[in-house]
C-alpha cells in the first residue's frame, strides 16, 4: 500500500475501534476515537520511514521492530496505540500487496504475503485496503467482545 492507503486504514480503524471499545456511540465513543487517532496514523506511517534508509519492507517492516515498539507503553508508559499502527501496517502489506513483508529480517530476507494481494499501483488498492481493514476490525470485536468469555478465570485482556 501506499502511504494514502496506510492512513486511509489508520483512520478507519481509529473510527471502528472507537465503537468496538465504547459502543455507545457517545461522548465516551468519540474519546475514545481521539485518543487511537494520531497514535495510530503515527504507527501506521513509521515502517515506511525505512524508504530513505535501509532496505524497503525489511529495515522496519519485521517483529523484532513490532517487539520494541510494543514494549513502549509496558516499559516507558508512552506511545500506547502506536504498536497497533505499525502492526496493521504490516497486515495491510502482507495482505494487501503482491510483495509482502520480511517478518524476520534481519535473520531471513524471505519476504511473507497473502496470494490474494494486488500491486501497490493497482486500480484495486482502495478496495483492498478497504477489504483488509474490515479484515482487522472483524479480528478486533472479536478479541474484545468474544474472546473474553473464553478465557480463564481471573485472566483478563489489557484493553
Given at each position: ?11 478507519f480503524l481509529a473510527v471502528g ?120 476490525l472483524v479480528v478486533a470485536a ?18
Amino acid at each position: 500500500m501506499d502511504k494514502r492507503g496506510h492512513v486511509l486504514n489508520a483512520v478507519f480503524l481509529a473510527v471502528g475501534l472507537g465503537f468496538i471499545l465504547e459502543p455507545a456511540g457517545d461522548v465516551a465513543t468519540f474519546r475514545t476515537i481521539a485518543a487511537v487517532f494520531v497514535p495510530l496514523v503515527l504507527g501506521a506511517l513509521f515502517p515506511d520511514v525505512d524508504t530513505h534508509f535501509g532496505k524497503h519492507r525489511k529495515t522496519l517492516h519485521n517483529l523484532p521492530i513490532l517487539g520494541i515498539v510494543a514494549a513502549y507503553p509496558i516499559y516507558f508508559g508512552n506511545l500506547h496505540w502506536v504498536w497497533l499502527g505499525v502492526l496493521t501496517h504490516y497486515v495491510l502489506d502482507a495482505l494487501g500487496t503482491t510483495r509482502g513483508i520480511a517478518l524476520f529480517y534481519p535473520l531471513w530476507d524471505e519476504e511473507f504475503g497473502a496470494p490474494i494481494g494486488v500491486p501497490v499501483s493497482s486500480d484495486y488498492a482502495d478496495a483492498m485496503m478497504l477489504a483488509v481493514t474490515a479484515f482487522e476490525l472483524v479480528v478486533a470485536a472479536g478479541l474484545v467482545h468474544v474472546l473474553p468469555a473464553y478465557l480463564p478465570e481471573g485472566v483478563t485482556l489489557p484493553f
